[in-house]
């Protein structure tokens, strides 16, 4: 099993930027999908971003898209979130995580495993 650990977070005032990183250990993830998940309170949690082992290919939610940038690199076994443009409706405990049952650019956090601690992310308006 992979062990992971989000870091990165904090407080941002609205239209800001932040790069979460993801560090991995115990196993490679390069060959796994992996994916970044966040959770407003009193909400669930919710899908944000995934990338496929090479990280050619990525899928966003439709709230992110065009202002968050998933990325990874293998060699460092690390995954990062880079997210421009920050608004309040951001502001989550970000999780990112580990897709050990295939190659699908899954959405689902039923596919996902090996759940970090998660990163505060507080965007101020």
């Known amino acids: 099993q992979v062990q992971l650990v989000e870091s990165g977070g904090g407080l941002v005032q609205a239209g800001g930027s932040l790069r979460l990183s993801c560090a991995a250990s115990g196993r490679t993830i390069s060959t796994y999908d992996m994916g970044w998940f966040r959770q407003a309170p009193g909400k669930e949690r919710e899908f944000v971003a995934v990338?496929?082992?090479?990280?050619?290919?990525?899928f966003y939610a439709n709230s992110v898209k065009g202002r968050f940038t998933i990325s990874r690199d293998n060699a460092e076994n690390t995954v990062y979130l880079q997210m421009n443009s920050l608004k309040f409706e951001d502001t989550a405990v970000y999780y990112c995580?580990?897709?050990?049952?295939?190659?699908?650019?899954?959405?689902?956090?039923?596919?996902?495993?090996?759940w970090g601690q998660g990163t505060q992310v507080t965007v101020s308006s």
């Open positions: 995580a580990v897709d050990y049952t295939g190659w699908k650019l899954s959405r689902v956090e039923n596919d996902f495993g090996s």
């Open positions: 990338a496929s082992p090479n990280g050619r290919v990525t």
